[in-house]
């Protein structure tokens, strides 16, 4: 009995001593072996992790009892926070149309419980049944029905207008905004609305021109209402600057490298500051304006060597003529017309020019080399020649009075030295000339073969070959030309000079004269050849036959068929309908009847934009000039019940001449026709399909070749495209 005691209080003790560590080990127990730690003591105190369905860290202390695998550990640990563990939300109200329902969540750890509210699941509403009719004027009732909880709403409505076509009350322009309205067809309400501006038709207006040489101005000019954006400069084509690349600068550097004014490894595509530099030096040493910019003047110019020009034709003061400069390298030929202006500008070239530096060079002036070009030294050697004959200068123009005064100087202090040669003579000018008899030419000039000997028996420097027209030539008095200056003749005909000349074939002027000046070595005694003649022939001067032109304003065209050009990106549809921008608008080319049958070899025919000179003509079905198209000529055909002629080109198609470019609108009545893809059926559209037929046509190209539009009233009503090989 004692001992059943002993063993009760014994247990009662045990119990008593280990309750706060059971309580505990309900919710913690040591996650790692108890050898990992030390035994506490009251100077200490263990650190551990405790697990509740994960780690936790010791933050606060109480006194308490530790179970592990290795017995009882003690010492001062957490009371902790619970990680919460949350189970599934189920839901404990459900939500309706108008209140809000409730869910909550239970942690599986300590039981704590978590509530949320869902939101209202609001009206489910049916459709609208009308329980009273509208109109536009009188209003109507409609109810509908949530199906969730049979609520009813009901209201009152006005029905929609009955609206009929917009019709344009004022057309919109590039400065207005136009208006269209429509009207309800029950209650006759009118709505309006504005119609956007419609944009600037601009085309590009030049305010200067390009040349050559020298950049030009223009600006972007609507044509309706004249509104002008910034003028911009712009190059003429083929200019190049700092700045560019490419195989063309590429090209010009290679030029630049053979003349020696660029090293080899510049050409590399760039237009940098040496290519720059390199370019101002070669255009100071050519006497052109050394500004380093490839202008198409410079770039030709660099293109070949050329000698010096050659006169072709003589220039007049009322008639152009011609030259001709040949390269060294190749033997191309470059030639130039030679107009008669009233004033030579600085920077000008020209035969004119020309003849003006070698006779200040005979009367006494240096005025550089004889290249044509109107530099620095023929500026200043003018303005001393005006000095010296009490002329005013205009620094930078040569007027026709100050050209005049030179020539009149010129021709007297020849004539006062100018001694005819002979067989007797100490310098005897044998001069032959020798026209060319080959009738292949299609050039609308004789090429003239000359030739000077000297037959005296003193030296002499060959001075110049002269030309004039009449039937009593006097050289002293005359019109002249001087092409060669500078050979030597050496006596007893040693050798000569030769060259050839050019002169228009039908010159209407008289009998054509050539002669040749030579200044004796010993004395400088001026002598002139002897004169070789040819008769004028009078055939009737040549005629250019052109196509008829049209007087057209392509802003307001009369009604017709028009051939035209556009991209079928400019046809859009805006506020005021659908219109066509940037419009090339075309004729076909015509020839008068009268025209043709006069038509006769030697005269010259305007066809494709080009001008032939007529060297043969057959009449039959077809007129055929030149062997006809087939034999690189042309081809004109008389279609029936016409009055003319129209050009008949490769595939059959006509040539066409440009008349302006225009916006036209599109009349609502209008269709498009399509034919150009042979291997599908034609595609029609009427007033709304325009547009995207032409964006989904398989060919982009719409031009004066297959495309025209029909005018009425000054609106597209028809737009046809056909097939074109």
């Given at each position: 009995?004692?001992k059943?005691?002993?063993a009760?209080?014994v247990l009662v003790?045990?119990v008593?001593l280990?309750?706060?560590a059971l ?5 913690m127990?040591v996650?790692k ?6 035994e506490p003591d009251?100077h ?6 405790l697990?509740?369905g ?5 933050t ?7 179970q592990c695998r290795?017995?009882?550990?003690q010492?001062k640990?957490?009371s902790?926070?619970?990680p919460?563990?949350?189970g ?6 459900k939500?309706?149309?108008t209140?809000k329902?409730?869910?909550e969540r239970?942690?599986k750890?300590?039981?704590?419980v978590e509530t949320e509210?869902?939101?209202k699941t ?10 009273k009719?509208?109109t536009?004027?009188v ?5 509908r029905?949530?199906?969730n909880c049979?609520?009813?709403e ?7 207008h009955?609206?009929?076509?917009w ?5 919109p322009?590039c400065?207005?905004?136009g208006?269209k309205?429509?009207?309800c067809?029950?209650?006759?309400k009118v709505?309006?609305r504005?119609?956007?501006m419609?944009p600037h ?6 305010t200067?021109?390009?040349?050559d040489h020298?950049a030009g101005s223009r600006?972007r ?6 509104h002008?954006?910034?003028?911009q400069s712009y ?8 700045g560019?690349?490419?195989?063309d600068v590429?090209r010009m550097?290679q030029l630049l490298v ?7 490894g510049?050409?590399d595509?760039?237009f940098?500051?040496?290519?720059e530099?390199a370019?101002?030096?070669?255009q100071k040493d050519?006497?052109?304006?050394p ?5 198409p003047?410079?770039?030709k110019?660099l293109e ?6 050659e006169t072709v034709?003589a ?7 011609e030259r001709v400069?040949?390269?060294r390298g190749c033997g191309?030929e470059?030639?130039e ?10 920077g000008?070239?020209?035969e004119?020019?020309r003849a003006?530096q ?5 009367a006494?002036y240096d005025?550089?080399?004889?290249d ?9 050697a003018?303005?001393n020649?005006d000095a010296?004959?009490?002329?005013e200068f205009?620094k930078?123009?040569i007027?026709p ?6 020539v009149n100087?010129w021709?007297e202090?020849?004539?006062?030295t100018?001694?005819?040669s002979?067989?007797?003579s100490?310098v005897n ?7 060319s ?7 609308d ?5 000359w ?5 005296g028996?003193?030296?002499?420097m060959?001075?110049a070959l002269l ?16 092409v ?5 003749l ?6 000569s000079v030769s060259?050839?000349f050019?002169v ?5 002027e008289?009998?054509?004269?050539f002669?040749a000046v030579a200044?004796?070595?010993?004395t400088?005694?001026?002598w002139?050849?002897?004169v070789?003649?040819f008769?004028?022939?009078d055939?009737?001067?040549?005629r250019t036959?052109?196509p008829q032109s049209?007087?057209?304003d392509v802003n ?10 556009f991209?079928r ?5 805006g506020?005021?309908g ?5 419009v090339?608008?075309f004729?076909?080319?015509w020839y008068d009847?009268?025209?043709?049958d006069m038509?006769?070899?030697?005269d010259s025919?305007v ?7 007529v060297k043969s ?5 077809d007129?055929l000039?030149?062997?006809?198209l087939?034999e690189?000529g042309?081809t ?5 019940d016409t ?7 490769y595939?059959?198609?006509s ?7 225009t916006t036209?609108?599109v009349?609502?009545s209008?269709?498009y026709?399509?034919s150009s893809d042979?291997?599908s059926?034609p ?6 399909g ?8 398989k ?5 004066q070749y297959?495309?025209t539009?029909r005018?009425?009233n ?12």
């Open positions: 009995m004692k059943i005691a002993t009760i209080f003790l045990i008593a280990a309750a706060p309580a505990m080990r309900e919710k127990y996650k072996d108890c050898n990992a730690y030390q009251k200490s105190r263990v650190t551990m992790q697990h509740v994960h780690d936790l860290t010791v606060d202390y109480v006194e308490g009892f530790y290795y017995g009882w550990v010492g640990y957490l902790y926070t619970c919460h563990k949350w599934s939300w189920h839901t404990v109200k939500p309706t149309c209140q329902g409730k869910k239970t942690c750890y300590c039981g704590e509210s869902i939101k609001g009206h489910n509403w049916g459709s609208w049944k009308v329980t009719e509208a536009c004027t209003q109507g009732t409609r109810k029905t949530c199906k049979g609520e009813v009901t209201e009152r409505f006005y029905a929609d009955k609206w009929g076509n019709n344009v009350t004022r057309e322009t400065t207005a905004k208006q309205e429509r009207t067809k029950v209650c006759g709505e309006t504005a119609i956007d419609l038709d601009y085309e590009w207006q030049i200067v021109e390009a040349t020298s600006a000019v609507c044509k309706v209402c004249g002008t954006e910034k003028a190059d003429p084509e083929g200019t190049l600057r700092r560019n690349k490419g195989d590429r550097q053979e003349q020696g004014y660029l090293n080899a510049g050409a595509g760039v940098g500051g040496g290519t530099r370019l101002m030096q070669y050519r006497n052109l304006n500004d380093g910019i490839g202008w003047q410079t770039l110019d070949h060597d050329f000698g010096p020009w034709k220039m007049t003061r009322e008639e152009a003529g400069r040949v390269c191309f470059q030639r017309t030679v107009e008669p202006g009233d004033v030579i500008e600085f000008d070239r020209g004119n020019v003006i070698q006779m200040l060079k005979q006494g005025a550089g080399g004889f044509g070009i109107y530099g620095r030294k023929l500026d200043t003018f303005t020649f010296a004959h009490s002329m205009q930078g123009k007027r009075v100050d050209v005049d005064a030179l100087s021709l202090s020849t004539g006062t100018l001694t005819e002979g067989i007797d100490e000018l044998v001069l032959t000339v020798t026209p008899t080959d009738e292949a030419s299609d050039s000039v004789t090429t003239y073969s030739s000077l000997y000297n037959m028996a003193e030296d002499c060959f001075n030309l004039t027209f009449g039937d009593n030539p006097d050289f002293n008095r005359d019109d002249l030309v001087m060669v200056d500078g050979e030597k050496k006596a007893n005909s040693a050798n060259g050839s050019h228009a074939k039908a010159w209407g008289g009998n054509l004269n002669a200044v004796s070595d010993e400088g005694t001026k002139q050849s002897n070789v003649t008769e004028a022939v055939e009737g001067a040549p036959i052109a049209y007087d057209i307001n065209l009369p009604d017709g068929i028009y051939p035209v050009a991209n990106g400019d046809v859009m549809k506020a005021s659908t219109y066509m921008n940037a090339h608008i004729t076909e080319d009847i009268v025209d043709i038509l006769k070899v030697g025919i066809a494709d934009g080009e001008t032939l000179v003509i057959e009449r039959g079905e007129v000039i030149n062997g006809g087939d690189g042309v004109l055909t008389n279609p029936e009055n003319g002629y129209r050009f008949w080109g595939d059959d198609m040539a066409y001449t440009e008349q302006g470019v036209l609108q009349d609502p209008a269709t026709t399509d042979i291997e059926d595609v029609k559209a009427d007033y709304d325009i547009v995207d037929a032409m964006l989904a046509a060919y982009d190209d719409f031009d297959n495309t539009v005018i009425e000054g609106r597209v009503v028809e737009i046809v495209r056909t097939y074109t090989p």
